[in-house]
């Protein structure tokens, strides 16, 4: 007689798959800990590793380098694994690159472990992207993106209060290592809540409807979808880049601030993002259950995103401190809604055995992008011409990116058979 197919104490119930998506999220926290760490404690790494601005730059466009290239291969591993195995070896390896970081005494050990990361940390993205496709209906989709990056962003914003006293106590060297054991323990409760469940994912599964074991789609860089995706990602993630690496160091020039002084700032920026996307995410949700088109949700979403973004050269302009410090959060609150709709974009054109590698080279456009202006800046600032033209490209960046994407996909549809979720419960005997 067949089981049911919850099984025998295997109950797949919504609160047991937000709660796996939840992990996951936390286990993003300690993926990106360490470019916070890297520009909160900038001066002390600095002064042991002999640092100016233009090496902090290079050191930030090699781990932006490692990271882009690593994209190219990591949406691929992720749709070959499936969701389970991806999760073991991508939180693994990035933990243990995190770790590596507490034994560099040298420069070039520092860029091995920087490029190390930069490549592990990878399959974070197209593995949140493909968890997000498998676990959840099209419908709602939007939200979880919305509330995963909230639930990172609130994480993030305890670290430039915990950073500190982490470094006070054990130095910057101890709080890298802390990312990696923080992976470690989020990774052994996700294995143990995801225990029984079946995710229908990976390629695997639909190679066993294929006698030859053949892939039955043809190369992503012939679809346009792909390319109206990726070139706006790389347009918009620079701005994301550039306050990511940068922000601390503007307030340190602008504001004289201390380290410890980042903290409340730093927190408003994070909690500005983490607000983006969880409203961009349930207004987008909403409005679809309204009967609104997904066309229209996604394009409207991304051109207020936009405009939420576009006053940021006018934060040179001011006299206040908090009112920079708001204006910064109201921005990476744009940059999140835009984000999250190109992500969800993903998941309403792309076939869910395609989600891995499109999101990855949608990230390895971004990081390109990233990794350009972490540079730039760099030179820029050097060059003493401050941070005035790099704001005004932040401000236009993003309708730049909306009008690339209207061009090469007038109207977002999706295909027939995307909306519902690939993950059941195994029967337990």
């Given amino acids: 007689m067949n089981k049911p197919a919850s099984g025998v104490g295997t109950v797949l119930t919504p609160a047991r798959v937000w709660t796996l998506f939840a992990l996951l999220c936390v286990a993003g926290v300690f993926n990106a800990m360490d470019r916070p760490i890297i520009a909160i404690l900038k001066p002390d790494m600095s002064t042991e590793m002999g640092w100016d601005d233009a090496d902090f730059g290079r050191l930030a466009a090699v781990t932006q380098f490692s990271a882009a290239l690593s994209f190219l291969f990591t949406g691929w591993l992720v749709d070959r694994l499936g969701v389970r195995k991806s999760m073991i070896a991508g939180v693994s390896s990035w933990s ?4 590596a970081h507490g034994w560099a005494v040298a420069m070039w050990q520092m860029v091995a472990a920087r490029v190390g990361l930069g490549a592990t940390e990878a399959v974070q993205t197209p593995l949140t992207i493909k968890t997000v496709a ?5 419908d709602r989709r939007s939200f979880a993106f919305g509330l995963g990056t909230a639930i990172a962003g609130l994480g993030t914003i305890s670290l430039p209060f915990f950073i500190p006293a982490l470094a006070a106590a054990f130095g910057w060297r101890g709080a890298l290592i802390f ?4 992976g470690f323990v989020t990774l052994a409760l ?5 225990r029984g469940i079946r995710f229908d994912d990976s390629a695997e ?15 992503i860089l012939l679809e346009r979808s792909t390319w109206a995706i990726v070139i706006a990602k790389a347009l918009s993630d620079t701005t994301w880049w550039l306050l990511n690496f940068w922000l601390p160091d503007f307030y340190r020039k602008a504001y004289g601030l201390s380290t410890s002084e980042l903290a409340i700032p730093l ?5 500005g993002s983490a607000l983006g996307a969880f409203f961009a995410g349930l207004v987008s949700t909403k409005l ?3 009967g609104w088109s997904v066309n229209r949700v996604r394009k409207t979403v991304m051109l207020v995103s936009a405009m939420v973004v576009a006053p940021v050269p006018f934060v040179l302009q001011m006299n206040s401190f908090w009112a920079v410090a708001f204006m910064m959060g ?7 809604g835009f984000s999250l709709s190109l992500f969800s974009i993903i998941t309403d054109v792309v076939p869910r055995t395609k989600v891995g590698r499109v999101t990855s080279f949608g990230a390895f456009c971004g990081n390109i992008g990233g990794m350009t202006i972490v540079y730039i800046t760099g030179l820029v600032l050097t060059s003493g011409q401050g941070y005035t033209p790099l704001f005004v490209f932040a401000a236009l960046s993003y309708f730049i990116a909306l009008g690339w994407l209207w061009l090469l996909m007038p109207v977002i549809r999706r295909p027939e058979g995307t909306v519902q979720a690939a993950v059941t419960a195994t029967p337990t005997p």
């Fill in 96 to 99: 243990l690159a995190a770790m």
């Fill in 134 to 138: 498998t676990l959840f209906p099209a």
């Fill in 179 to 182: 990312g990696g054991i923080g």
């Fill in 190 to 194: 996700w294995l143990t809540l995801a």
């Fill in 205 to 219: 599964d639909e190679a066993r409807d294929f006698a030859d074991g053949q892939e039955p789609y043809g190369p």
């Fill in 267 to 271: 927190a408003i920026a994070f909690l």
């Fill in 288 to 290: 679809l259950e309204r």
């Fill in 330 to 336: 109201a921005v990476l609150a744009g940059h999140q």
